[in-house]
């Protein structure tokens, strides 16, 4: 959500900022909403006040006078009421257009309309040579017999894997090793959160309204989660916390849920793209003024994991177009897949500033101020992905796995994954 403060004071600036997001301006519209609806509040504010004294002198009156007087103060009542339901109508307008639009990119972010403007950061790592064809990770799974595609096909549909054997503790071992690094070393805090949420959770990280078709639905009104950033980031919905209870560094490993309805025709082999998925998520709320170096803890403390399993990634920078709603800012790792041939993302890191905040109304005390906090959000990592890059990168000529040694203790001390 946007501060109207801000737009009434930098409506060219807001207008400069939207379209390097692409977007058409839109400051006109709402500053004539807002002037709207302040005038309507200050007619209403009157009209009560009006109301009020009329009913004050009601009983110094006549019978005849205080029946005229009823008459009038009942026309002030129903032209109050007609105010307020024109009013309510503004300020459903005025906020739907507020929340239709995207956070404002940061002064670092590149202009461009998709993923060929954004920026390579780095590079680390380097990349594997092998004396064979490496395969992709579905034709390595599948051989294993520890990848079924099509049983999972038959109970749930495309976009479904079951994962067996060896491979199933693999997955669960990268989860493990992520919570362990990520509260350990860097001193997150483990949740368990809801796997379901309510519409006003949605739309305090900005899932809602735009991007419901994204979103699984149940039949109870609740969304399925597409990632732990909606239920960890609203750990502070509605609540006013004290400065010093800043930063606060959540972690969870969750299934997430995603219907990849603009994904049509995209990564329809294989685990990179699915519907149900599991992830390991960094959240951090913090004050104002640490969010920029928050930001790049975060995603250090997500590259360290690769840098553990000893996997090339390179960070990238994202451009306004490619960015998601909510962030202000985005850094993507990409991890280094050699079945493709190419680097592929694993994670992005995010800060939102305040725009998050806004729309759950979660603030902080600082200095007898009540002020927004500021949230970010990145995967530490994408788990399942994490196992694609893990298969592809270690894999040998005879279609073994060779485990990372920094998931040798979560697999009992395996050293290879072979065919049972």
């Given at each position: 959500m946007h501060d109207l403060n801000f737009i009434r004071e930098n409506a060219n600036l807001f207008?400069?900022?939207?379209?390097?997001?692409?977007?058409?301006p839109q400051s006109k519209n709402i500053l004539e909403l807002d002037s709207k609806k302040r005038n309507l509040l200050t007619q209403s504010q009157?009209?009560?006040?009006?109301?009020?004294?009329?009913?004050?002198?009601?009983?110094?009156?006549?019978?005849?006078?205080?029946?005229?007087?009823?008459?009038?103060v009942q026309k002030i009542k129903s032209d109050i009421d007609t105010l307020e339901k024109e009013l309510s109508i503004i300020e459903t307008q005025?906020?739907?257009?507020?929340?239709?639009?995207?956070?404002?990119?940061?002064?670092?972010?590149?202009?461009?309309?998709?993923?060929?403007?954004?920026?390579?950061?780095?590079?680390?790592g380097e990349i594997?040579?092998?004396?064979?064809?490496?395969?992709?990770?579905?034709?390595?799974?599948?051989?294993?017999?520890m990848l079924d595609f099509e049983q999972a096909g038959k109970v749930s549909g495309t976009r479904f894997v079951y994962l067996k054997n060896h491979l199933a503790k693999l997955e669960r071992a990268i989860a493990n090793f992520m919570l362990d690094k990520h509260t350990t070393e860097f001193g997150y805090t483990e949740i368990i959160p809801p796997n379901m949420v309510r519409d006003a959770a949605a739309y305090g990280t900005g899932q809602l309204p735009k991007f419901s078709e994204d979103l699984f639905k149940t039949n109870t009104d609740h969304w399925l989660i597409p990632t732990a950033e909606v239920p960890l980031t609203n750990l502070?919905?509605?609540?006013?916390?004290?400065?010093?209870?800043?930063?606060?560094?959540?972690?969870?490993?969750?299934?997430?849920?995603?219907?990849?309805?603009?994904?049509?025709?995209?990564?329809?082999?294989?685990m990179i793209r699915q519907h149900q998925f599991s992830k390991v998520e960094l959240v951090s709320i913090t004050k104002e003024e640490d969010s920029e170096e928050e930001l790049e803890r975060m995603l250090n403390c997500a590259t360290?994991?690769?840098?553990?399993?000893?996997?090339?990634?390179?960070?990238?920078?994202?451009?306004?177009?490619?960015?998601?709603?909510?962030?202000?800012?985005?850094?993507?790792?990409?991890?280094?897949?050699?079945?493709?041939?190419k680097y592929r993302e694993i994670s992005s890191c995010s800060n939102c500033r305040s725009f998050q905040a806004r729309r759950m109304n979660a603030r902080y005390k600082s200095n007898d101020q009540n002020k927004f906090v500021h949230t970010l959000n990145g995967s530490g990592l994408a788990v399942g992905r994490t196992l694609i890059a893990v298969l592809e990168n270690y894999q040998?000529?005879?279609?073994?796995?060779?485990?990372p040694e920094a998931l040798m203790p979560y697999m009992g001390n395996l050293t290879k994954i072979s065919k049972v």
């Open positions: 207008d400069e900022l939207l379209k390097k997001r692409f977007l058409e009157e009209m009560r006040s009006e109301r009020k004294n009329l009913s004050s002198s009601f009983s110094k009156l006549d019978e005849n006078e205080k029946s005229k007087l009823q008459q009038k005025l906020k739907g257009i507020l929340s239709s639009i995207p956070n404002l990119p940061h002064q670092d972010v590149p202009v461009g309309e998709d993923e060929e403007a954004n920026q390579i950061i780095k590079t680390v594997p040579k092998f004396d064979f064809t490496p395969k992709l990770h579905f034709e390595l799974g599948e051989n294993l017999d502070v919905l509605e609540t006013i916390l004290q400065e010093d209870q800043l930063p606060q560094r959540l972690t969870a490993w969750t299934p997430c849920y995603r219907s990849e309805a603009g994904a049509a025709g995209r990564d329809t082999r294989g360290s994991i690769l840098d553990d399993l000893h996997i090339s990634y390179q960070v990238v920078l994202l451009s306004s177009g490619d960015m998601g709603f909510s962030a202000e800012k985005t850094y993507d790792i990409e991890v280094w897949l050699p079945g493709e041939g040998n000529s005879d279609g073994s796995i060779s485990i």
